[in-house]
Antibody
Framework: QVHLQQWGAGLLKPSENLSLTCVVY????????WSWIRQPPGEGLEWIGE???????NYNPSLKSRVTMLEDTSKNQFSLNLTSVTAADTAMYYC????????????WGQGTLVTVSS | QSVLTQSPSASGTPGQRVTISCSGS????????VFWYQRLPGTAPKPLIY???QRPSGVPDRFSGSKSGTSASLAISGLRSEDEADYYC???????????FGGGTKLAVL
């Protein structure tokens, strides 16, 4: 059974870069599309972007200019980098994987609360 | 502002049937599948419904999904206290070329 474990800095100052990593345990890295999703306090879920096992990426247009997602298939992990954060980027960040058959985000990381504050 | 629109809250008593709605547009719900997620307090979202009405293994048949035009619904029958959670709808959006979510509906079991 696939399991995701994520980590990264939880407190950032405005203009710093956010960096999160998610490692995939117990399953095929190539069997899923891997995404980052966030939820600001009191708001809904927002999809940030996705990366597949070939390294192809697709980003939310609203964040595209600041987002980079990378993968390291040798370590079964993928990462998110979001540049020049502001208070509006304060959110719970999740890594998640889409199952190719169902099309649903069927596996999620535990979440990382990222707070941007001076 | 979420792309998909959900009522912020819903409520019911144990045993009742409640329905949560999700409204979108022709570029998302109108042309693609709808998915539903349940988020219990302090946990990551859990998949509930995929491809409009199908349930992943382990999801009780008390949960059902439907779609009509640019709207979708999640119905929960035989409401239980453990169903108290936030529920989110999602769909692929062809205009954005990405996933869009609803703002979530907080379900209270009174």
């Amino acid at each position: 059974q696939v399991h995701l474990q994520q980590w990264g800095a939880g407190l950032l100052k405005p203009s710093e870069n956010l960096s999160l990593t998610c490692v995939v345990y117990g399953g095929s890295f190539s069997g899923h599309y891997w995404s980052w999703i966030r939820q600001p306090p009191g708001e809904g879920l927002e999809w940030i972007g996705e990366i597949n096992h070939s390294g192809s990426t697709n980003y939310n247009p609203s964040l595209k200019s600041r987002v980079t997602m990378l993968e390291d298939t040798s370590k079964n992990q993928f990462s998110l980098n979001l540049t020049s954060v502001t208070a509006a980027d304060t959110a719970m960040y999740y890594c998640a994987g889409i199952d190719g058959d169902s099309g649903i985000f069927n596996v999620w990381g535990q979440g990382t609360l990222v707070t941007v504050s001076s | 502002q979420s792309v998909l629109t959900q009522s912020p809250s819903a409520s019911g008593t144990p045993g009742q049937r409640v329905t949560i709605s999700c409204s979108g547009s022709s570029s998302n719900i109108g042309s693609n599948y709808v998915f539903w997620y349940q988020r219990l307090p302090g946990t990551a979202p859990k998949p509930l419904i995929y491809k409009n009405y199908q349930r992943p293994s382990g999801v009780p048949d008390r949960f059902s999904g439907s779609k009509s035009g640019t709207s979708a619904s999640l119905a929960i029958s035989g409401l239980r206290s453990e169903d108290e959670a936030d529920y989110y709808c999602a769909a692929w959006d062809d205009s954005l070329s990405g996933w869009v979510f609803g703002g979530g509906t907080k379900l209270a079991v009174l």
